[in-house]
Each structure stands twice: as C-alpha cells, then as structure tokens.
C-alpha cells in the first residue's frame, strides 16, 4: 500500500468512477481498477459496492477514506516544509457564519501580525457545512456557534454567546421587556436557514418547551435579519454580539421569552485524526485567551 493507492482511492470516492478518476490523474482505467484492487487485498475489505454503473462506497471504505484524506494532507504538508525550509505555510480555518463576521477578521488580524510570512485562508458557511468540511479535510480546523454532530471531530469549547430576540421601533413588541411562550405563535420569526446553529439552537429550545412559533423569514446570513428587524418586519433571532451597536443607539429592542435562556458556547472543532501543528496551536490558543 502506497501514498499513490490512496490518492487513487480518493479520486474515485469523490467522483464515484473508475474512469472519472482516470481522467483526473491522468491514468488508464485499468491502472486506478488495479490500485483498489490492491488496495482491497491489502486490507480483506470491500471498498465499493457497483449499483446502476456508479460505484457506492462501503463502510470499510468510508472508515479507510476518512484515514485516507489525512495521511495524504499529511504527506503534503511534509513536501512543503522540508522542501521549503524558508517558507513557513499556510492554513485553512473554516468558521460559521456568525463568527466569521463577529469574531474571526480580528484573530486573524491577531494571528498575522505575529506570524506576518505565514498565509490563513478562511472559509465561512453555516456549522452543518463546516461540519462536513471537517470531514472532508477541507479546512484544518474551524470555529462555529453550533452543535457539531459528528462522533470523528473534536470540540472545543472557548466562548459564551447569548441570542436576542430583536425588532424595529415599529414593531408591536417594541418596549416589551419579556413574553410568554404562549405568545409566540402569533410573532412572524425572521431566522437562519437550516443548518445553522443559530437556527438549531433555537428550534432546540422551542421544542424542549413545547412552544410553537413560526419562521417568516429563512435568511442565509445575519445582515439579512438585522435588516429585516430594523424595518419591523417580524422579530429577528440573533446573536446578541452581532446587534449590539443597534441596541445601544435604541435602533433595536432586545426582549426575552419567559423561563427560557438562549445561551449556547462557541466551540474550536477539528477531525480526532487530524494532526495539530504549532501554528494551528498557536490558532487555538489565540481563540481561548479571546
């Protein structure tokens, strides 16, 4: 088993064909047939399973795929520095998107000025895409608002955060200080899309108490909601941190729902196979002395 029949091994599972992957790495058909064979063989497992001329990966496979993604980043990584002894490297942070816009600009901005050589690319999609980015070895680590699922990736937790429920000085409810959940089925909710923390989190806490509600507006973003609040459209559920300058100049009115507290912690979260190098442990350390 070599670096080469993983690259194969990846190829195919990401494109689901043989000859897709052939294509790609610019190899015969044949060749990428003979390294999952070999592969196979090597380990006394079936890695695909061959259903209406595409190609499904098995359990094993997706156990061996997972290693797979990380032994070849590895590798990777390896070339770069001993080949480039000068060069100090790069990462990938993935962030959801009320952190990429409340918290991750100012600990990049943090990171550089003392690692000035050193590139940090940055990807910001909701947490169940940066869960999945995750998986895929996409990003080198990440920092979300929501729960991530995935029993292969490692949370960390570093930061309290609190939603509001936020409206416009037009709004019915301007003024009200608290409500009661029996009240909430009549409130027109403008809220993240599914997938997002916010959103789970949320949807989370109306279940546990039994209370209906119901979504207006499904925004991909929370510029969308504080927009939509300001002109009283409904009630915006938010990060408090991301409407915080609109609640001191009086432009937003922040009220709580009866017994229920919408607390939740930001999380540093990374694959259990992913190998964690100074520079990301410098990241890490900067997120936890925030």
Sequence with gaps: MTI???????????????TAAANVLFISQPTVSQAISELETHYGIKLFERLAKRLYITQNGSQLLSYARHI???????????KNPEEIGSMTIGAS????????????????????????????????????LIAKNTVDLAIVEGLVHSADIITESFENDELALVCGKEHPLHKVKTISPDELANINFIVREKGSGTRELFENAMSANEIK?????????????????????????????????????????????????LKRK?????????????????????????
């Design 4 to 18: 080469r029949h993983l690259r194969v091994f990846i190829t195919v599972a990401d494109l689901g064909s043989m």
């Design 72 to 82: 070849t980043a590895l590798v990777d990584e390896m070339e770069q520095v001993i």
């Design 97 to 132: 998107l009320t952190i990429g816009e409340c918290l991750l600009p100012a600990l990049i901005s943090t990171f550089a000025k003392k690692h000035p050589h050193f590139q940090v690319n940055a990807i910001i999609k909701n947490t169940l895409d940066i869960e999945n």
């Design 213 to 261: 509600w119901r979504p207006a507006w499904e925004c991909n973003g929370s510029d969308i909601i504080k927009s939509a609040a300001l002109n009283s459209i409904g009630v915006g559920v938010i990060s408090k941190r991301l409407v915080q300058h609109e609640l001191d100049k009086g432009l937003l009115h922040a009220f709580q729902i009866e017994g229920i507290e």
């Design 266 to 290: 930001f999380s540093i979260a990374y694959h259990k196979n992913k190998y964690i190098t100074k520079s990301m442990k410098t990241f890490i350390s900067l997120c936890k002395n925030l």
